[in-house]
């Protein structure tokens, strides 16, 4: 079965920065793509970023420039740092990953930024 484990939500004031991390186990072929979603109350969920296993990256417009992610291939895992952190970037933050046998999502973590 396989479980992906969010980590590194958590209250922060604007300006400031988080890094959340993603740990996928179980039985996973043929990645081809992990990335990050990011839902606000009452609006619909979007892509934040994406890299694939040749490493090309996608930033949602509104995150580019302050967003990095990054991935461990060996390990199944995805991080993303985020800086210069902004009250429209709160929301529950998922980690999703792509490959041959489908879409796997995690339970989500939340991301408040506030002061």
């Known amino acids: 079965q396989v479980q992906l484990v969010e980590s590194g939500g958590g209250l922060v004031q604007p300006g400031g920065s988080l890094r959340l991390s993603c740990a996928a186990s179980?039985?996973?072929?043929?990645?081809?793509?992990m990335g990050w979603y990011r839902q606000a109350p009452g609006k619909e969920r979007e892509l934040v970023a994406s890299i694939t296993t040749d490493g090309r990256i996608n930033y949602a417009d509104s995150v580019e420039g302050r967003f990095t992610i990054s991935r461990a291939n060996a390990k199944n895992t995805v991080a993303l740092q985020m800086n210069s952190l902004k009250p429209e970037d709160t929301a529950v933050y998922y980690c999703?990953?792509?490959?041959?046998?489908?879409?796997?999502w995690g339970q989500g973590t939340q991301v408040t930024v506030s002061s």
């Open positions: 999703k990953i792509l490959s041959v046998s489908g879409g796997y």
């Open positions: 179980g039985s996973i072929f043929g990645i081809a793509a």
